[in-house]
């Protein structure tokens, strides 16, 4: 795993997308790989909370959605929403997004830097 190219996506992805207030690519049990955030936001915290959110999700699709593979969850409130997106088998890309986005194109951002999270992370 190369932690600058990991960085890199993150940057590349905040660029492009300026309704993203902060990013993060981490396994699925919560450990950070890389991270563009605020200085008031936790890295371990943003880990351990999208680590939890992950595990339900995978809970939900076994026992209510008869299986799948979950690709992502989105949380969504008042002041923003939190969108986390599978990156192959054992990463996620979890981003925070500010209020009044357009979901659709901020998705289509993040799952375009999954793919490459998963790409690198192959390597």
């Known amino acids: ?3 600058t190219a990991l960085q890199s996506i993150l940057v590349d ?3 492009e997308s300026p309704d993203i207030e902060a990013s ?3 396994s699925i049990d919560g450990l950070v790989m890389a991270s563009q955030l605020p200085t008031d936001m936790d890295e371990d915290r943003l880990g351990a909370v999208s680590a939890a959110i992950v595990s339900l999700g995978d809970q939900a699709m076994i026992e209510l959605i008869c299986g799948g593979t979950m690709k992502q969850i989105v949380v969504s409130g008042e002041a923003g929403c939190m969108m986390i997106t599978h990156a192959g088998d054992d990463a996620v890309v979890a981003t925070i997004i500010k209020a009044n986005a357009e979901l659709g194109l901020v998705s289509n951002e993040i ?4 793919i490459d999270v998963t790409e690198e992370l192959l390597h």
């Open 111 to 114: 799952q375009r830097a999954a």
């Open 1 to 3: 795993m190369n932690h």
């Open 13 to 15: 992805l905040n660029k």
């Open 24 to 26: 993060a690519i981490m």
